[in-house]
């Protein structure tokens, strides 16, 4: 079978699965879960697989799944992705009541797409004519929230990194997989109904607790040493910090303080803040991490305080292959129409999409069909045809460009590429970025005592 032929098969197999694939994305949109709690997700996903007669692993990375479809003949591995996990949102009209989880990025709409691509994938007259494998990739984890769980996950040895994608790397899990494709969920009127991707920051987060003496507020806060003033301190700082930022290096840095006390009548003693340090390169990155580390530890030292920061690896910048975005975009345009298919700017947000962009060619293109802003209580889907139909047929038709023809494309991409890291440099620079440094400035007519550890 030719492939245009093949194309059409693929299409027609997304259509009759679409109602199915796009009443699992909505039941997903109804229970949301967080990362490495996406239990219940994780199920839905596990019986589409079973219904399918595929082979799969899953409680991978916790809650994670990989379901392989074979070729007939052998060849590369093209990774097609979804995301487990919500974001925590209250107001959400889809906002679980007990604990404000929603679907504010759209990642149920990918696991709809990556069903009917699925669905498509394994019809015997598509695996036929493929040279090489199809993972389906189920990932948990991809939106860095929930800090304080999930370093209780790592202490416990149940994790190492805090992303998804991070600990199917170290987990060996792409070791056997030469490129991946993921479509985001987009509201962007200027992205229109579909577009391709071109960069997105990377980020490393920290999380600062600040250790003060508690006392009387009332009756004697000269006896305390008040943590909440050194974290407002440290924040006025950060903010003082924006003019040192260049513009073309997209830094973005915006703290929250998780805990800011314990009782209003006692001077606070144990406050903690969480942030993200975000930028286009590492080295910008690493620049600005540093600032907002002076600004921590000058919060500290101005009150005689104590301050213990944890820096945790995030996720690398995205970078896009040209390539393999080349052929996405292509069958897109046949998909929706040249006039409604864009080309996305930078973005300063960021993806664990990024890491895998550091080892193999990678894309994360976007599908409209959303409204309301991303990340907010009013970002909902309204088209599931733009949102999970046109990505799972395009990301097929791109599959079966990629592996038919005795997967002429895919090993032309493969060839091309020029890893910036191997999976050893990665893991090393990940656990090289991770670290936990603690400062104290208690005024004991002394000289200050900084310690690191």
């Known amino acids: 079978m030719d492939k245009s032929a093949l194309k059409e098969q693929a299409r027609a197999a ?29 199920r839905v996903v ?35 992705i979804g995301e487990l996990d919500s974001l925590i949102v209250p107001g959400h009209p889809f ?37 090489g494998r199809v993972a389906i990739m189920v990932l ?13 996950l790592r202490r416990e040895g149940k994790i190492e990194f805090l992303g998804g994608k991070p600990e199917y790397i170290r987990l060996g899990l792409f070791d056997d997989v030469d490129m991946a494709i993921l479509t985001h969920a987009t509201s962007e009127e200027n992205l229109k109904d579909m577009a391709s991707s071109t960069t997105l920051n990377g980020t490393i987060a920290k999380q600062a607790v600040f250790l003060g003496t508690s006392a009387h507020a009332g009756a004697a806060p000269h006896r305390g040493t008040n943590a909440l003033n050194a974290a407002m301190l440290a924040l006025s700082a950060i903010h003082a910090l924006r003019e040192t930022f260049q513009d073309n290096d997209h830094v973005r840095v915006h703290p929250i303080i998780t805990k800011g006390g314990d009782a209003v009548s006692a001077v606070p003693a144990d406050v903690r803040l969480e942030t993200f340090v975000r ?42 292959d040209h390539g393999l975005g080349e052929v996405y975009a292509a069958n897109a345009e046949e998909v929706v129409g040249k006039d409604r298919m864009a080309v996305a700017p930078h973005r300063s947000a960021s993806t664990d999409m990024g890491d895998l962009s550091h080892l193999m060619p990678t894309i994360q293109p976007f599908a409209g069909g959303f409204t309301g802003v991303g990340h907010g209580n009013d970002f909902v889907a309204r088209d599931y045809g733009k949102a999970i139909v046109n990505p799972a047929m395009v990301t097929a038709m791109t599959v079966i460009d990629l592996l038919s023809e005795s997967a002429v494309k ?42 690191e550890s």
């Open 14 to 42: 997304v259509l009759e699965r679409a109602d199915a694939a796009t009443a699992t994305a909505k039941d997903i949109l109804a229970h949301p879960e967080p990362g490495y709690r996406e239990a219940r997700t994780s």
């Open 46 to 80: 596990a019986d589409w697989f079973r219904a399918m007669g595929l082979d799969f692993r899953q409680h991978l990375a916790l809650t994670g799944l990989r379901a392989d479809i074979v070729g007939a003949h052998p060849g590369p591995s093209v990774a097609v």
């Open 410 to 451: 895919a090993n032309e991409l493969k060839a091309r590429y020029k890893a910036p890291l191997t999976k050893a440099t990665y893991l090393a620079f990940m656990r090289g970025v991770t670290r936990e440094e603690h400062f104290s400035y208690r005024d004991d007519g002394k000289e200050q005592v900084c310690q």
């Open 140 to 152: 948990p984890a991809e939106e860095y929230i929930e800090l304080e769980y999930r370093l209780n």
């Open 95 to 131: 906002a679980d009541p007990n604990t404000n989880a929603a679907h504010a990025c759209g990642h149920h709409a990918q696991i709809g797409t990556i069903l009917a691509v699925a669905h498509a994938i394994n019809r015997p007259e598509v695996k036929a004519n493929l040279h």
């Open 279 to 320: 930028g286009l390169g590492i080295e910008a990155i690493r620049d600005a991490e540093r600032k907002v580390d002076r600004a921590l530890r000058a919060g500290a030292m101005a009150m005689g305080a104590e301050v213990h920061i944890t820096t945790l690896a995030g996720y690398l910048p995205l970078h896009s």
